[in-house]
C-alpha cells in the first residue's frame, strides 16, 4: 500500500471507536476504499456532452446519450472482470443489470428512485487508475436528477447540507467539469459548493479540471472552430482560476467516434468521395442531388457519427483509408488533452487528493454530538504533520499559490515536487541518478527554498518555500537511509 494510503488507513482505525455509528461507517468505508483508483467525477449541465466524453475516455460506447432511466442515474465505470453492470440500491441490495450489445440499456428494470448507483466494471486500460462517475447533470428539469449529482459529488442536495454532508464529502475525489459554452450561474455555483464540500482544500482548484466541449461547433462557420474554442477556453480558465486549474478544448463526438471502433474502411470511402464536392453543395444535399459515386445512406450515418465539421474537413483526410480518417479525428478532437490535464493534473496526486477528501469526511464526523471530538481531532492532527502526509501540505501549498501568486517561479517547482513520481523526477534528475546525487541535490534545493521562504513577500510564495524545503529534507533523508 501507498504510504499516503497507508496512514489514512491507519488514521481511520484511530478514530473510528471515537465516532458515532454514522461516523464509523464512514471510517471503514474511507479505509476500504483508500487504496482504490482516484475517483473522478465527470459533471455539467444536460446535454454538455459529458456521457459522449465518457465513453472516448473509456474506449467504449457504454454510456446511453440519448435521454433514459440511466441517464438519469449516477454511474460508476471502473476496472474489473468479468465485465458486468450492477444495480446499487439504496437498501444496500444490489442486482444484475444485463449490457445490450455492450452497452447500458435504456431502461433499469428497477423503480429509479430505488438505485443509488449504476456500477460497471470493464477491463479498460483507462480505468486502471481512475474511476469515472457519469452524473446525470445540472439544469436539468428533474429535481431527483440534478441531486443526484449534487449528492454523489458534494455530498448531499442542498436542503441536506448539515446532515447527511456531516459524513461525506461525496463520492467524488476530484471533478471533470464539461463546460458546454460561457459559464452560467449554476455552474459557477455549483463549482463554489464543490471548493466548501472539500474543506480540506478550501478556496482550491488543484481537484478540479474543466473541459470546453463540442469544440467542433465553435466558430461562426467559416473559420476553424477548433481555433475559436481554444480561445474561449484559454478565456473560461481565466475567469475560473480559483474553481478549476486548467481548462481545454475538446470535440467529445469526434473522440468517441475514433476511440471505439465506429469508422470502417466503407466509411473512409464513402467520406472521400465527396472530397471534390462543393461545401455549400453537401449543406444543400437534402435540396439537391448529391453527383453520382456518392453513397447517399452512408453518408448520412457520417453526418450523425462526426457530426458537420467531422464531415466537412474530414474528408480530406482519408484517401489513404479508415486509418488516416482515424488519426485525424482523434488529433482534431482535442481527446489527448484532456487525458494529459486528467494525468498531470489529478492522477499525479491521487494519493494526497484521496487523503484530503479522507480527512474532510473525518473531521466533519467529529462534529457529531456522540463523537469525542476534541479527542478525533487531535488525531487528525497528528496525522497532518507525519511526514508521511506531507504530499498534503504540499497540495495545500499549491493551492494558496495558484490562487495568491499563480505566476510564481516556485509553482513549476511545487508542482513537479508534488506529482506521485519519484525522487529523482520530482528533483528533474535522470531516474538511474544515484542515491548520493539525489540527496546532495535535495539537500542543496532545500536551502535554496528556505531563502525563497525568507525573502518572500507574498504569504502564499513564504508557505511554499517552506514546503518545499520540507519537500526536499525528506527527498534528502529517504536517498540517505
Known amino acids: 500500500m501507498h504510504p499516503v494510503a497507508a496512514r489514512i488507513a491507519l488514521l481511520c482505525d484511530e478514530v473510528a471507536p471515537l465516532l458515532d455509528e454514522a461516523g464509523r461507517q ?16 465527470v459533471v455539467g449541465r444536460v446535454k454538455a456532452g459529458k456521457s459522449t466524453l465518457v465513453n472516448a475516455l473509456v474506449g467504449r460506447r457504454i454510456a446511453p446519450t440519448a435521454a433514459g432511466e440511466c441517464t438519469r442515474t449516477v454511474t460508476w465505470y471502473r476496472y474489473g472482470a468479468p465485465e458486468r453492470a450492477e444495480l446499487h440500491l439504496h437498501d444496500g441490495t444490489r442486482r444484475d443489470l444485463p449490457l445490450h450489445d455492450g452497452r447500458l440499456p435504456a431502461a433499469l428494470g428497477t423503480p429509479a428512485e430505488e438505485v443509488a448507483r449504476i456500477v460497471v466494471h470493464l477491463q479498460a486500460a483507462a480505468l486502471r487508475e ?29 436542503d441536506d447540507a448539515d446532515t447527511a454532508s456531516r459524513y461525506a464529502a461525496g463520492q467524488a475525489d476530484a471533478v471533470l467539469f464539461v463546460f458546454r459554452e460561457a459559464q452560467r450561474q449554476d455552474e459557477v455555483e455549483f463549482l463554489r459548493q464543490f471548493r466548501t464540500a472539500t474543506g480540506e482544500l478550501g478556496a482550491s482548484a488543484v481537484n478540479a479540471i474543466g473541459v470546453l466541449s463540442q469544440a467542433d461547433l465553435f466558430g461562426d462557420g467559416g473559420s476553424d472552430p477548433f481555433a475559436a474554442a481554444d480561445a474561449a477556453a484559454a478565456r473560461l480558465a481565466d475567469a475560473r482560476a480559483a474553481d478549476v486549474s486548467a481548462v481545454v478544448a475538446a470535440a467529445g463526438l469526434l473522440a468517441e467516434t475514433a476511440r471505439t471502433g465506429l469508422i470502417r474502411e466503407s466509411d473512409a470511402r464513402a467520406l472521400a468521395a465527396t472530397a471534390d464536392v462543393p461545401e455549400q453543395r453537401l449543406r444543400l444535399r437534402h435540396r439537391l442531388p448529391l453527383p453520382d459515386g456518392i453513397d447517399v445512406a452512408a453518408l448520412e450515418r457520417l453526418y450523425t457519427t462526426l457530426g458537420v ?51 474532510t469526511v473525518l473531521t466533519r464526523a467529529a462534529d457529531a454530538p456522540q463523537a469525542d471530538t476534541g479527542a478525533v481531532l487531535a488525531l487528525i492532527e497528528q496525522a497532518r504533520l507525519d511526514p508521511a502526509l506531507h504530499p498534503v501540505r504540499e497540495l495545500r501549498a499549491l493551492r494558496h499559490l495558484v490562487a495568491e501568486a499563480p505566476t510564481s517561479p516556485l509553482r513549476a517547482e511545487l508542482e513537479r515536487v508534488s506529482a506521485d513520481s519519484s525522487d529523482a523526477a520530482r528533483l528533474g534528475l535522470a531516474e538511474t541518478a544515484a ?9 542543496g534545493r532545500a536551502a535554496a527554498a528556505q531563502s525563497e521562504a525568507a525573502f518572500a513577500m507574498l504569504p502564499a510564495e513564504a508557505e511554499a ?16 537511509s
Not at 336 to 358: I, P, Q, S, T
Open 26 to 41: 464512514s471510517a471503514a468505508t474511507l479505509r476500504d476504499t483508500v487504496a482504490e483508483p482516484l475517483r473522478v467525477a
Open 130 to 158: 481512475k474511476t469515472l462517475i457519469d452524473t446525470p447533470g445540472l439544469a436539468t428539469l428533474t429535481t431527483s436528477n440534478e441531486d443526484a449529482t449534487r449528492a454523489a459529488v458534494l455530498g448531499a442536495a442542498p
Open 309 to 359: 465539421h467531422g464531415v466537412h474537413e474530414g474528408r480530406h483526410h482519408c484517401a489513404a483509408g479508415a486509418h488516416q480518417l482515424v488519426t485525424w479525428l482523434e488529433t482534431v478532437s482535442g481527446l489527448g488533452r484532456v487525458e494529459d490535464l486528467l494525468r498531470h493534473g489529478l492522477l499525479c496526486r491521487a494519493h494526497a487528493l484521496k487523503a484530503m477528501r479522507a480527512m
Open 435 to 443: 542515491a548520493g546525487d539525489i540527496a546532495g541535490e535535495a539537500r
Open 465 to 480: 518555500g517552506r514546503v518545499l524545503a520540507r519537500s526536499y529534507q525528506l527527498i534528502a533523508r529517504r536517498a540517505g
